[in-house]
């Protein structure tokens, strides 16, 4: 069982910067990939980037080279990143954890997901 909890949202203009952190509940937080999604008003929950348990990553198109997905194995703790922020990056971000061995984009592939932390970003 593993628990998570976002923190790090709020409101920044277009062009700022934010970092968003998930810490994480239960002793196996290593082994498992690690993942943010967002959902914005009236829009289906997308990915937006994970972490394997070996630090490998990967990010959708409209937020490489502005976002950076990390994590710390000893802290039980992952983060993001967000710089040069847009607003159609506004949106609710969740933080999420999958026991699977690939690279997973399905929400349907993510064992336990936090409340979210709201982003704002104003033009």
């Known amino acids: 069982q593993v628990q998570l909890e976002e923190s790090g949202g709020g409101y920044v203009q277009a062009g700022g910067s934010l970092r968003l952190s998930c810490a994480a509940s239960?002793?196996?937080?290593?082994?498992?990939?690690m993942a943010w999604f967002r959902q914005a008003p009236g829009k289906e929950r997308e990915f937006v980037s994970s972490?394997?348990?070996?630090?490998?990553?990967y990010s959708v198109n409209s937020v490489k080279g502005r976002f950076t997905v990390s994590r710390d194995n000893a802290k039980s703790m992952v983060f993001l990143q967000m710089n040069s922020l847009k607003p159609e990056d506004t949106a609710v971000y969740y933080c999420?954890?999958?026991?699977?061995?690939?690279?997973?984009?399905?929400?349907?592939?993510?064992?336990?997901w936090g409340q979210g932390t709201q982003v704002t970003v104003s033009s």
């Open positions: 999420a954890a999958s026991s699977t061995f690939w690279t997973s984009t399905y929400s349907r592939d993510y064992d336990y």
């Open positions: 239960g002793r196996t937080f290593s082994t498992y990939r």
């Open positions: 972490i394997s348990s070996a630090g490998n990553t």
